[in-house]
C-alpha cells in the first residue's frame, strides 16, 4: 500500500518532535507500505522569516519572498531524512524542483498545475521513505513559488492523486473532525467520518482542520483521506464521497470570526450596478460570502455583504478608488461580527434544522444580522462578541443529534 504522511509544523517544531514523527513514519514503512512523506516547516519558521522580511522592507518582492519562505520547508525534509537514516532507514529528501511540481506564477498564491511522479516512484522502488517539502512549487521561469495558507495539505493530497496513493494522512493537532470546535464546545463529539461537501463547508466557515484548496482536490481526484493526531494512536476522521452513517440532521457547527461586512447604500436601483460592484470584487480576487439586497423607497438599493477580515481594506479601497462603479453610493463598514454555521446533509431535507438553529440563538438572547442558506448549511451573521456563546447554545440545542 502506498501512503502519504502530512505533519504541520507543529509536529515537527524541534528535534524531538522530528523523531517522535520519523518513528511513526518508520513504523508505517516495516508495515510493508511505501511511505511519502510531506513536512511544513518547523513550528514558528514562518512566523520569523516574515518578520525578518518585514524589517527590511513593508512590502517586500513577492518573488523573493516565495525563495524565502520556502527554505523552511527545506530545513525540516533534510533534518528529518537524516534523522530517518540515523535510525537505519533509507529516506531521501526532495524540494519541489526536484520532484518537480509545477505550478502557476502567482507567487504567494501559487496552483499545482501537474506533478511529474518519476523520482519519487524510482525512490520508493529503491526500498527509500520520500520526504517532499509541503507549501512549495516551481514555476514555468524556473522559480520557486508557494502555494499560500493551507499549501502543504495541498501538496500531500495533489501527491497522492498523483501517485495514485491508497491512502492520504493528515496529522494535525486534534485527532479528527469535531461537531464543533472541542476549546470552545468540551462536550463536542469526534466525527469518524465526513463527505467531501461537509469538510468543503467546514473549511469554508473558518474550521482550521483542513483547508478548503486541499478537500476540494481531495474530492476531484476521489482521494481517501484521513485527518489524525500526531500526538496519539488514535482513529481519526474519514473524509469521503459518502458515508455509510446514516444522515443526522446536521453534522456540526462552525464559527467564523476572521470576516467584516461593508454595506453599500444608495446605489443605482438598476441591475447593472450589482453587476458593476461584484464584477470589480471578483476582478482584484475578492471573495464575497453572505450578500443581502433590498431596495429602498426612493428607488436606491442596498448591497450587504461580507468579505474575509484580511480583505476588508482592499475592498474598501476598491469602492473609493472605483467610486464611479456605485455612483454616489455610502460605504460603511463594521468588523464585530462573526458567523455561526450548522452543516450538514440533513439541512435541505429537514425544515426543522433552520427552526431548531434560531430557537437556540433567540433563547441565548442573540439577535442574528443577516443570514444565508445552501443545501448543506445555514449560515447567520452576529456579533463577533457572541459567537462563542452561539457555537455553544446552536451545539447544545442538537446534541441529541450525536447521542
Given at each position: 500500500?502506498?501512503?502519504?504522511?502530512?505533519?504541520?509544523?507543529?509536529?515537527?517544531?524541534?528535534?524531538d518532535?522530528?523523531?517522535?514523527?520519523?518513528?511513526?513514519?518508520?513504523?508505517?514503512?516495516?508495515?510493508?507500505?511505501?511511505v511519502?512523506v510531506?513536512?511544513?516547516?518547523?513550528?514558528?519558521?514562518?512566523?520569523?522569516?516574515?518578520?525578518q522580511?518585514?524589517?527590511?522592507?513593508s512590502?517586500?518582492s513577492?518573488?523573493?519572498?516565495d525563495?524565502?519562505?520556502?527554505?523552511?520547508?527545506?530545513?525540516s525534509?533534510s533534518l528529518?531524512?537524516?534523522?530517518?537514516i540515523?535510525?537505519?532507514?533509507?529516506?531521501?529528501?526532495?524540494?519541489?524542483?526536484?520532484?518537480?511540481?509545477?505550478t502557476?506564477?502567482?507567487?504567494?498564491n501559487?496552483?499545482?498545475?501537474?506533478?511529474?511522479?518519476?523520482?519519487?516512484?524510482k525512490?520508493?522502488?529503491?526500498?527509500?521513505?520520500?520526504?517532499?517539502?509541503g507549501?512549495?512549487g516551481?514555476?514555468?521561469?524556473?522559480?520557486?513559488?508557494?502555494?499560500?495558507r493551507g499549501?502543504?495539505?495541498?501538496t500531500?493530497?495533489?501527491?497522492?492523486?498523483?501517485?495514485?496513493?491508497?491512502l492520504?494522512?493528515?496529522?494535525t493537532?486534534?485527532?479528527?473532525?469535531?461537531?464543533?470546535?472541542?476549546?470552545?464546545?468540551?462536550?463536542?463529539?469526534?466525527?469518524?467520518?465526513?463527505?467531501?461537501?461537509?469538510?468543503?463547508?467546514?473549511?469554508?466557515?473558518?474550521?482550521?482542520?483542513?483547508?478548503?484548496r486541499?478537500v476540494?482536490?481531495?474530492?476531484?481526484?476521489?482521494?481517501n483521506?484521513?485527518?489524525?493526531?500526531?500526538?496519539?494512536?488514535?482513529?481519526?476522521?474519514?473524509?469521503?464521497?459518502?458515508?455509510?452513517?446514516?444522515?443526522?440532521?446536521i453534522?456540526?457547527?462552525?464559527?467564523?470570526?476572521?470576516?467584516?461586512?461593508?454595506?453599500?447604500?444608495g446605489?443605482?436601483?438598476n441591475?447593472?450596478?450589482?453587476?458593476?460592484?461584484?464584477?470589480?470584487?471578483a476582478k482584484?480576487?475578492?471573495?464575497?460570502?453572505?450578500?443581502?439586497?433590498?431596495?429602498?423607497?426612493?428607488?436606491?438599493?442596498?448591497?450587504?455583504?461580507?468579505?474575509?477580515?484580511?480583505?476588508?481594506?482592499?475592498?474598501?479601497?476598491?469602492?473609493?478608488?472605483?467610486?464611479?462603479?456605485?455612483?454616489?453610493?455610502?460605504?460603511?463598514?463594521?468588523?464585530?461580527?462573526?458567523?455561526?454555521?450548522?452543516?450538514?446533509?440533513?439541512?435541505?431535507?429537514?425544515?426543522?434544522?433552520?427552526?431548531?438553529?434560531?430557537e437556540?440563538l433567540?433563547?441565548?438572547?442573540?439577535?442574528?444580522?443577516?443570514?444565508?442558506t445552501?443545501e448543506?448549511?445555514?449560515?447567520?451573521v452576529?456579533?463577533?462578541?457572541?459567537?462563542?456563546?452561539?457555537?455553544?447554545?446552536?451545539?447544545?440545542?442538537f446534541?441529541s443529534?450525536?447521542?
Amino acid at each position: 500500500m502506498l501512503v502519504v504522511m502530512k505533519f504541520g509544523g507543529s509536529s515537527v517544531a524541534d528535534l524531538d518532535k522530528i523523531r517522535n514523527v520519523a518513528e511513526r513514519c518508520i513504523k508505517k514503512w516495516r508495515e510493508g507500505n511505501q511511505v511519502v512523506v510531506v513536512l511544513s516547516a518547523m513550528g514558528k519558521t514562518t512566523d520569523r522569516l516574515l518578520a525578518q522580511a518585514g524589517e527590511i522592507s513593508s512590502m517586500p518582492s513577492r518573488r523573493e519572498m516565495d525563495m524565502l519562505l520556502a527554505t523552511g520547508e527545506q530545513v525540516s525534509v533534510s533534518l528529518m531524512a537524516m534523522t530517518m537514516i540515523r535510525m537505519g532507514v533509507t529516506a531521501i529528501s526532495l524540494n519541489a524542483w526536484q520532484v518537480p511540481m509545477h505550478t502557476t506564477s502567482a507567487y504567494q498564491n501559487a496552483k499545482l498545475k501537474r506533478i511529474d511522479s518519476e523520482r519519487i516512484t524510482k525512490e520508493l522502488d529503491s526500498n527509500k521513505i520520500v520526504v517532499v517539502t509541503g507549501f512549495q512549487g516551481v514555476n514555468k521561469y524556473d522559480d520557486v513559488t508557494t502555494l499560500g495558507r493551507g499549501g502543504s495539505d495541498t501538496t500531500a493530497v495533489a501527491l497522492a492523486a498523483a501517485l495514485n496513493a491508497d491512502l492520504c494522512e493528515i496529522y494535525t493537532d486534534v485527532d479528527g473532525v469535531y461537531t464543533a470546535d472541542p476549546r470552545i464546545v468540551p462536550d463536542a463529539r469526534k466525527m469518524p467520518e465526513v463527505t467531501y461537501e461537509e469538510m468543503l463547508e467546514f473549511a469554508s466557515l473558518g474550521a482550521k482542520v483542513l483547508h478548503s484548496r486541499c478537500v476540494e482536490m481531495a474530492r476531484r481526484y476521489n482521494v481517501n483521506l484521513v485527518v489524525k493526531s500526531s500526538m496519539s494512536e488514535e482513529e481519526g476522521t474519514v473524509v469521503k464521497e459518502t458515508t455509510k452513517m446514516e444522515k443526522m440532521l446536521i453534522s456540526g457547527v462552525a464559527v467564523d470570526k476572521n470576516i467584516a461586512k461593508i454595506a453599500v447604500s444608495g446605489m443605482k436601483g438598476n441591475p447593472e450596478s450589482t453587476f458593476r460592484l461584484l464584477n470589480l470584487m471578483a476582478k482584484n480576487g475578492v471573495n464575497i460570502d453572505v450578500m443581502i439586497q433590498s431596495l429602498e423607497k426612493d428607488g436606491t438599493k442596498t448591497l450587504t455583504f461580507t468579505v474575509a477580515r484580511p480583505d476588508m481594506m482592499m475592498t474598501l479601497e476598491l469602492l473609493k478608488k472605483y467610486s464611479d462603479v456605485i455612483g454616489n453610493a455610502n460605504v460603511s463598514c463594521e468588523e464585530d461580527v462573526a458567523k455561526v454555521s450548522v452543516v450538514g446533509a440533513g439541512v435541505s431535507s429537514n425544515p426543522g434544522v433552520a427552526a431548531k438553529m434560531f430557537e437556540a440563538l433567540s433563547n441565548a438572547g442573540i439577535n442574528t444580522d443577516m443570514v444565508t442558506t445552501s443545501e448543506i448549511r445555514i449560515t447567520a451573521v452576529i456579533k463577533e462578541s457572541e459567537a462563542e456563546m452561539a457555537m455553544r447554545a446552536v451545539h447544545d440545542r442538537f446534541a441529541s443529534e450525536w447521542d
